[in-house]
């Protein structure tokens, strides 16, 4: 049985419309990221980091999941089927829902949703509704705690530890769409190197020497598909 740990970033929903963070057409050109994507920028000003976010949820209810994404979730109706003697766990970076509206089950999402939100009183993770902080209590404890389910810089990404359990486990760990510069994310590559091959699907190669066995280069909606057909 083959078990692949596929680690997405945001590149893979580049081609449905979504910007990525970094480059030159990247979200954060526009946006101070300490101001934004940190705690200490929420506490400063809730109301701007809640409008970024909206508009980020405005222009996710208008795109629909590309071939990269069906790829993935076509693999892993494949182990469903029988037609493919393995498992897939994608782990995502992404705060879209564009693996889970493709098909995809197994996704752990490390960075958090934006269509969630979680409260800091009693760590219940609503859905987001069109809620604004500080204002809309939280459903379950009343408290005014809620905020973004989203992990800023300097917070602990979700699920770590069976993020660790897959990694340890896996045979093939596969990357696309990510420019790994941000861990603990970018360190999956080398914490598998003793015992799994590696694989970075990419639009670009990155600079300096890669941690990656093999890099396919090439916009994810061509590369993707035509690995996992
Ligand atoms: C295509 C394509 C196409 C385009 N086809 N490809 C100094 C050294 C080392 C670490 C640190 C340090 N100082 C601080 C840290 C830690 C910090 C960090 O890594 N900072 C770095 C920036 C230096 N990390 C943290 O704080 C994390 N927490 C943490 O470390 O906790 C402690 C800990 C200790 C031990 C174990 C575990 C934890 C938390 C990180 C939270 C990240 N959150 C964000 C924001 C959420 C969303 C939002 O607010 O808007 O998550 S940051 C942002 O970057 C977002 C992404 O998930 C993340 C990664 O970005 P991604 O996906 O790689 O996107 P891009 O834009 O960078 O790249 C896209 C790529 O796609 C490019 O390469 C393109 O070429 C490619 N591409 N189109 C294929 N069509």
Do not use: K
């Given at each position: 049985?083959?078990?692949?740990?596929?680690?997405?970033?945001?590149?893979?929903?580049?081609?449905?419309?979504?910007?990525?963070?970094?480059?030159?057409?990247?979200?954060?050109?526009?946006?101070?990221?300490?101001?934004?994507?940190?705690?200490?920028?929420?506490?400063?000003?809730?109301?701007?980091?809640?409008?970024?976010?909206?508009?980020?949820?405005?222009?996710?209810?208008?795109?629909?999941?590309?071939?990269?994404?069906?790829?993935?979730?076509?693999?892993?109706?494949?182990?469903?089927?029988?037609?493919?003697?393995?498992?897939?766990?994608?782990?995502?970076?992404?705060?879209?829902?564009?693996?889970?509206?493709?098909?995809?089950?197994?996704?752990?999402?490390?960075?958090?949703e934006l269509l969630r939100?979680?409260?800091?009183?009693?760590?219940?993770?609503?859905?987001w509704?069109?809620?604004?902080?500080?204002?809309?209590?939280?459903?379950?404890?009343?408290?005014?705690?809620?905020?973004?389910?989203?992990?800023?810089?300097?917070?602990?990404?979700?699920?770590?530890?069976?993020?660790?359990?897959?990694?340890?486990?896996?045979?093939?760990?596969?990357?696309?769409?990510?420019?790994?510069?941000?861990?603990?994310?970018?360190?999956?590559?080398?914490?598998?190197?003793?015992?799994?091959?590696?694989?970075?699907?990419?639009?670009?190669?990155?600079?300096?020497?890669?941690?990656?066995?093999?890099?396919?280069?090439?916009?994810?909606?061509?590369?993707?598909?035509?690995?996992?057909?």
């Open positions: 049985m083959q078990r692949i740990v596929v680690l997405t970033g945001a590149g893979i929903s580049q081609e449905s419309g979504l910007q990525t963070f970094r480059g030159p057409d990247g979200l954060w050109n526009n946006e101070h990221i300490e101001d934004i994507c940190t705690p200490e920028g929420f506490r400063r000003d809730p109301l701007r980091v809640d409008r970024f976010y909206n508009n980020l949820r405005a222009g996710l209810t208008a795109v629909q999941p590309n071939a990269a994404h069906l790829a993935l979730a076509g693999l892993e109706q494949a182990a469903r089927d029988g037609r493919w003697q393995g498992h897939l766990t994608i782990i995502t970076q992404n705060i879209d829902d564009l693996h889970e509206r493709a098909g995809s089950h197994d996704v752990i999402h490390m960075h958090g939100l979680r409260c800091t009183g009693c760590g219940a993770t609503p859905a509704h069109g809620d604004c902080f500080p204002d809309t209590p939280c459903p379950a404890c009343h408290g005014p705690t809620l905020r973004p389910d989203i992990v800023w810089f300097g917070e602990m990404p979700y699920h770590m530890d069976t993020i660790t359990q897959r990694l340890a486990a896996c045979d093939l760990f596969v990357a696309i769409g990510t420019s790994g510069v941000v861990y603990p994310a970018a360190g999956f590559v080398d914490s598998v190197a003793d015992h799994a091959d590696t694989m970075l699907f990419n639009l670009e190669a990155r600079s300096g020497p890669s941690p990656f066995d093999q890099t396919i280069l090439g916009p994810a909606t061509h590369t993707v598909p035509a690995w996992t057909q």
